[in-house]
């Protein structure tokens, strides 16, 4: 069992940066694929980024590449969400996701641990 808990959300203007924590508990977590969504209102969750658990793997998504930045630290049992440049669009909340074993992952189902979710609003 891992239990997730973000943190680091937000109201910032639009330009600015904002850096996501997630803190896991749990057995094995240095074990543990991790991944980044988010869910705007009114639109469906969609994959962020992700991280294999030695940090070898890293994948974006194809549209959101270039201003995020995912890292972790497996000593500190916590998984990283940096965002610069942030727009209005990227409103939303922001939640992680762990998968046991393997390398990295971008579809919802394949998580079996999610936290609560961190709300980042970013106003123009």
């Known amino acids: 069992q891992v239990q997730l808990v973000e943190s680091g959300g937000g109201l910032v203007q639009a330009g600015g940066s904002l850096r996501l924590s997630c803190a896991a508990s749990?057995?094995?977590?240095?074990?543990?694929?991790m991944g980044w969504f988010r869910q705007a209102p009114g639109k469906e969750r969609e994959f962020v980024a992700t991280i294999s658990w030695n940090s070898v793997s890293i994948y974006y998504s194809d549209s959101l590449k270039g201003r995020f930045t995912v890292s972790r630290d497996n000593a500190k049992k916590t998984v990283y969400l940096q965002i610069n440049s942030l727009e209005p669009e990227d409103t939303a909340v922001y939640y992680c996701?762990?998968?046991?074993?393997?390398?990295?992952?971008?579809?919802?189902?394949?998580?079996?641990?999610w936290g609560q979710g961190t709300q980042v609003t970013v106003s123009s």
């Open positions: 749990g057995r094995d977590y240095s074990r543990y694929a």
């Open positions: 996701a762990a998968r046991s074993g393997g390398s990295y992952y971008v579809r919802l189902h394949e998580y079996d641990y």
